[in-house]
């Protein structure tokens, strides 16, 4: 496994800047050429994007509790890797923004500058961590004042483990009588490989040792192609588990049709964030939707997005109200995740899932 998972060319190296050299949309037979698309969802999946941050800081199990409570169908915990080699969520490695970890005068010394994905990042990092410091530090809300809410909970929750999450992914599907899945993101993995930590080893351990995470249904995502495509075979026995292709601005060639068909070769989902389905005009404006969303179901593939916000800032003007950029608006979000949802979409990221609880059950009554 491990050897099938080491860096390789056809992994993203940078989310901003597209670096995959000769590589890309070569359609090779041993990914699978012809894998039938999964069935679509009944209704739109519900993805609560890091738990639910616009109210508690995110991967947090508060987060992931509140999330569950306003009904979401899946929950997303981000995975990176401490030193000792455990799995935890934080939405990057670098964990500066996400914790109180400055306010520690015992890892001072562990701040440093690192080159993440081609990119150049000071803070502190999971990987310099075991995991009994990390539980030393507590979580706050990345976005600061902009969500007050969200804030107020600053310094009450630790940082938890991919299995912390199942097991209280688990108890929550028991004590509500619905099932509720998991949407991990392996973050970094062509980094975490290169420094000794390959996420994906580790992942599937936790995967096959936890009685939940073996029936419930878990979708398996990624920016980078490489790892993808290497755990297709790894895959094969688990028949819960879906692969989500996520696709960043930065890389266009995956939407086009014969992206799209190598993606399927592989993938059981194509995930573009919200503007590459329908792009913004000069207004600010939602402008004519591209055909990102029939050109993924004609080549076989379920179509997810990201990320629905409920702060004006965050919305297309269409949707915006008077009460300034940092205001949260409910009612906008829900109206501009139903445009979004018109165009057939299978499933979405969502900040708030109450909202986008509420969007999909507008969209259902109609």
């Given at each position: 496994m491990a050897g099938?998972?080491?860096?390789s060319a056809t992994m993203k190296l940078s989310r901003r800047t597209m670096l995959v050299a000769g590589?890309?949309?070569?359609?090779?037979?041993?990914?699978?050429?012809?894998r039938a698309m999964p069935p679509r969802p009944v209704r739109p999946v519900v993805l609560g994007h890091r738990g639910a941050p616009a109210h508690r800081p995110e991967h947090t199990l508060a987060s992931y509790a509140k999330a569950i409570a306003d009904g979401a169908d899946f929950v997303e915990p981000d995975l990176v890797a401490t030193k000792d080699?455990?799995?935890?969520?934080?939405?990057?490695?670098?964990?500066?923004?996400?914790?109180?970890?400055?306010?520690?005068?015992?890892?001072?010394s562990r701040k440093t500058t690192?080159?993440?994905?081609?990119?150049?990042?000071t803070g502190w990092f999971t990987e310099d961590f075991t995991l009994a410091e990390l539980k030393t530090l507590r979580a706050k809300e990345r976005l600061g004042a902009l969500r007050p809410e969200s804030q107020g909970y600053d310094g009450q929750?630790?940082?938890?483990?991919?299995?912390?999450i199942a097991d209280f992914v688990a108890a929550e599907a028991a004590a509500r009588w619905r099932t509720i899945g998991l949407i991990p993101e392996i973050k970094h993995s062509t980094y975490f490989a290169g420094i000794g930590?390959?996420?994906e080893p580790r992942f599937l351990a936790v995967m096959r040792a936890g009685a939940y995470l073996k029936r419930a249904p878990v979708i398996v995502q990624s920016f980078e192609t490489g790892n993808l495509k290497a755990l297709r075979p790894?895959?094969?026995?688990?028949?819960?588990?879906?692969?989500?292709?996520?696709?960043?601005?930065?890389?266009?060639?995956?939407?086009?049709?014969?992206?799209?068909?190598?993606?399927?070769?592989?993938a059981d989902w194509v995930a573009?964030?919200?503007?590459?389905?329908?792009?913004?005009?000069?207004?600010?404006?939602?402008a004519a939707p591209t055909t990102i969303v029939a050109d993924a179901h004609k080549a076989g593939l379920l179509v997810g997005t990201w990320t629905f916000r409920p702060e004006n800032s965050f919305l297309a003007a269409d949707f915006r109200d008077a009460a300034g950029p940092a205001a949260r608006n409910p009612a906008g979000s829900v109206a501009e995740i139903r445009r979004y949802l018109a165009l057939g979409l299978d499933g979405f990221f969502t900040d708030d899932p109450a909202l986008g609880r509420e969007a999909v059950d507008a969209m259902t009554r109609a």
């Open positions: 099938a998972l080491a860096p590589a890309g949309l070569v359609l090779a037979p041993a990914l699978g050429i012809g080699g455990v799995l935890v969520a934080r939405h990057e490695n670098n964990i500066a923004e996400t914790t109180d970890v400055a306010a520690h005068a015992e890892f001072a690192k080159t993440i994905d081609g990119q150049s990042v929750f630790q940082i938890v483990t991919f299995e912390e930590l390959p996420l790894e895959i094969a026995d688990l028949a819960n588990v879906q692969l989500m292709q996520l696709v960043d601005p930065s890389q266009p060639a995956l939407v086009s049709p014969a992206g799209l068909a190598e993606i399927a070769a592989y573009p964030p919200t503007r590459e389905i329908i792009p913004l005009g000069p207004d600010q404006r939602l």
